[in-house]
């Protein structure tokens, strides 16, 4: 598993308020595939997100209001499904938990979810619809 963070989404509490935030505070400009539901930052390699803090939870079928979800996750993404299972197979040989197995999710692509040693959470994802530069980082669609 190589060394990079693709992907930081938010959990947030009201997406409009961040959204203006962001956008209109810090002047950070959504990228074109942001949508009502979800917001995308391009930030160099790494891809910052902003997703309802309820829906991020249930996606990584954690409480949202418990002491067990804190409102972020990490994402490893990869270039292709079989790679999901991979790094979810080599976290499972470290004896981490996995959260959610790998599974086809809503959005087109594949992932599931795995909790580091102090319970971080990382969603290992393939997104059909990304790309990669000769570095490794994500590039969104333009």
């Known amino acids: 598993m190589q060394q990079r963070v693709s992907l930081i989404t938010l959990g947030v509490q009201d997406l409009q308020r961040s959204l203006q935030f ?4 810090l002047g950070w400009k959504p990228a074109s595939n942001s949508n009502d539901d979800i917001t995308f930052f391009q ?5 910052l997100a ?4 309820t829906e991020l939870a249930e996606d990584a079928t954690i409480d949202a209001t418990g002491t067990g979800f804190s409102g972020i996750t ?3 993404n990869t270039k292709s499904r079989e790679e999901v299972d991979t790094v ?3 976290i499972e040989q470290l004896g981490e938990t996995i959260v959610k197995p790998a599974q086809d999710v809503f959005w087109g692509g594949y992932s599931g979810y795995f909790a580091d040693p102090d319970g971080h ?4 994802a393939w997104n059909p619809f990304w790309e990669f530069d000769s570095s490794n980082g994500v590039i969104l669609p333009s």
Do not use: I, M
């Open 22 to 25: 962001y956008r209109d505070g």
């Open 43 to 47: 930030l160099g390699g790494v891809v």
């Open 50 to 53: 902003l997703y309802p803090r």
């Open 74 to 76: 990490l994402s490893y």
């Open 88 to 90: 979810l197979q080599l």
């Open 121 to 124: 959470l990382w969603e290992v």
